[in-house]
């Protein structure tokens, strides 16, 4: 029993982690304002070391150019917040594991730091997939706090690498 997150999250993360190892899968995670709390997730499941390879904890934008390789002038131009970084952290952290799949996660979880344009609650995803383009998600979850935004975040993210192991390669195999 989980003392930290929700029956539900966990069979969620549990089904995937069986999926991703029924495909003989690694997975990588780069999470900015969720803080390592998706990696967290699926390592609360037992038997979770045969597909999770490695978490990236990318919360500074320097963070993202170290250790994924984000290029800093990306990050300048659009902000850390942006479709673009969030497909350049899964694509950096694709690259620099042993993996076939890796997810990323960058918002704006609160109270601070929103703007009109970037309001808190804002958060991008995507998934990289060898062989498959990259998938990316906006999700505007409003200013239903900090806890409550990094939650629906990880969830969007497992929802996200359903679908990406559901898409089909430009063959048109499944990964």
Not at 122 to 136: D, F, I, M
Not at 157 to 172: E, I, K, N, Q, Y
Request: proline share 3%; net charge negative; with cysteine.
């Amino acid at each position: 029993m989980s003392i930290v997150f929700s029956f539900e999250l966990l069979q969620e993360a549990e089904a995937l982690l069986s999926e991703l190892q029924r495909r003989r899968l690694m997975l990588a995670t780069a999470e900015s304002c969720t803080g390592g709390l998706l990696v967290s997730l699926l390592t609360e499941i037992p038997g979770a070391s045969a597909v999770v390879e490695r978490g990236f904890i990318t919360y500074s934008n320097a963070a993202k150019s170290e250790l994924l390789g984000v290029d800093a002038a990306l990050v300048a131009q659009l902000g850390a917040v942006s479709e673009e970084v969030a497909a350049a952290m899964a694509e950096g952290a694709l690259a620099r594991a042993p993996v076939g799949i890796a997810v990323s996660i960058t918002g704006i979880a609160g109270p601070d730091g929103g703007t009109r344009e970037k309001p808190v609650g804002l958060v991008y995803l995507a998934v990289a997939v060898t062989g498959q383009a990259t998938l990316k998600r906006e999700c505007r979850f409003g200013d239903i706090g900090r806890s409550q935004i990094r939650i629906a975040s990880i969830r969007e993210a497992l929802a996200l690498l359903r679908v990406a192991l559901t898409s089909p390669r430009p063959d048109g195999t499944l990964v």
